[in-house]
């Protein structure tokens, strides 16, 4: 029996070529490669500049920096997200102030987001969680009205859109930043990197010399380093993969919603799993995330299911409750809706290489996985 991963990047031959000409060529660092990269990135998020990263973590400490956020103030984010989105919060020195989910979208819940805003808030960073976009239109309201930046970890958002719209382009007066994730499990992958959408009113150089330890080149060949930056580039290779990629987003995101649809359409009711929002306008479908049915031991499904040649993954357990964030004084029971969804979610199988007949083996799987460990 073929085992069936969880997720598995679509590399096509053209690329492996490609990747092999950059390794032949001697140039392997950031180069042309990565200004192609670029280029082709802000023609697909409308003409806005975009710079690219070696992690979407990076980027999203890259854009706090370039929103001035620093010790003493506080940004607002979901405790249902991989732990680099609270993780970057620190790193500036700031403080992650976390408010609950929606448990229908199981994205940020906007309505909670003004509650918590204080004098010290200065940004929020809203997560388009699986590939589902957070409600454009109102996030903007509310960071309008209370002169917040937006930083949108877009990270499992490529490929999706709002009301028609590429989540990339601008949906906040040209004044948002926005973060994508090229990690190997992501829809477009560059094997480990990132993207950073930047805003009008932000200095790109800047942003360039964060990237690549502060340091500003002149034409006669000196250099000076005036700010604190990083070593956050990404290579020609990694750029390389991403240009191939960038020819079948649109080819991946179509077969992932007919994918999707499948799951919804041959998933058995009864088995009490909570299935995600059906949006198949707006979501990429990053990934299809169930809810275990309550009292279910989320471990030994895994293992049920692994038995039957399926991969499954956990995306994400409430990162309040992590040790760290302990420490900083959060606490079970704290966010209710997440840390439900947290201990209950389990990711099925999806990639665009896949067949309807693995949509069907999955559901197969997870009927006999169930009644097995009742």
């Not at 709002?162 to 007066?173: H, P, Y």
């Not at 360039?208 to 005036?226: C, I, K, P, S, T």
Request: some cysteine.
């Amino acid at each position: 029996m073929n085992f069936l991963p969880f997720t598995r990047p679509a590399i096509d031959e053209d690329t492996i070529a490609d990747v092999a000409n950059v390794l032949r060529s001697g140039w392997l660092t950031s180069g042309p490669k990565v200004q192609a990269f670029e280029a082709a990135l802000s023609d697909y998020c409308g003409g806005r500049p975009v710079r690219v990263f070696n992690s979407g973590t990076a980027t999203l400490e890259v854009a706090l920096r370039l929103a001035k956020v620093g010790a003493g103030d506080t940004v607002i984010t979901t405790p249902l997200t991989w732990v680099a989105t609270a993780n970057v919060i620190l790193e500036v020195g700031a403080t992650p102030l976390l408010v609950d989910i929606d448990p229908v979208t199981r994205n940020i819940d906007l309505e909670q987001i003004e509650a918590a805003i204080s004098p010290s808030t200065k940004a929020v960073i809203p997560i388009d969680l699986a590939g589902l976009p957070v409600d454009r239109d109102r996030l903007y309201a509310i960071a309008d009205k209370h002169r917040l930046r937006v930083i949108e970890d877009a990270a499992q958002a490529f490929g999706a859109s709002w009301q028609g719209r590429r989540i990339g382009s601008s949906f906040g007066n040209n004044k948002d930043f926005v973060s994508f994730s090229f990690h190997a499990n992501k829809n477009l992958t560059t094997s480990e990197g990132g993207a950073l959408v930047l805003p009008a009113d932000i200095d790109t150089g800047l942003c360039e010399r964060l990237r690549l330890q502060g340091v500003r080149r002149f034409a006669n060949g000196g250099m000076d380093v005036d700010v604190l930056g990083g070593k956050f580039n990404m290579t020609d290779i990694a750029a390389t993969i991403g240009l191939g990629q960038m020819k079948h987003i649109d080819a991946f995101t179509a077969r992932r919603r007919e994918l999707a649809r499948r799951y919804f359409e041959r998933i058995d009711q009864t088995l009490g799993l909570e299935l995600p929002l059906a949006d198949f306008s707006n979501s990429n479908w990053h990934m299809f995330q169930v809810l275990l049915p309550a009292g279910t031991d989320r471990g030994s499904f895994i293992a049920a299911m692994k038995d039957r040649g399926i991969g499954i993954g956990v995306h994400y357990p409430a990162l309040h409750l992590f040790s760290l964030y302990r420490a900083l004084g959060f606490k079970a029971g704290d966010f209710p809706h997440a840390e439900r969804v947290g201990a209950a979610t389990v990711t099925l199988p999806l990639f665009p290489a896949m067949q309807d007949s693995d949509i069907d083996r999955v559901c197969a799987a997870l009927a006999e996985s169930l009644l097995e460990i009742a």
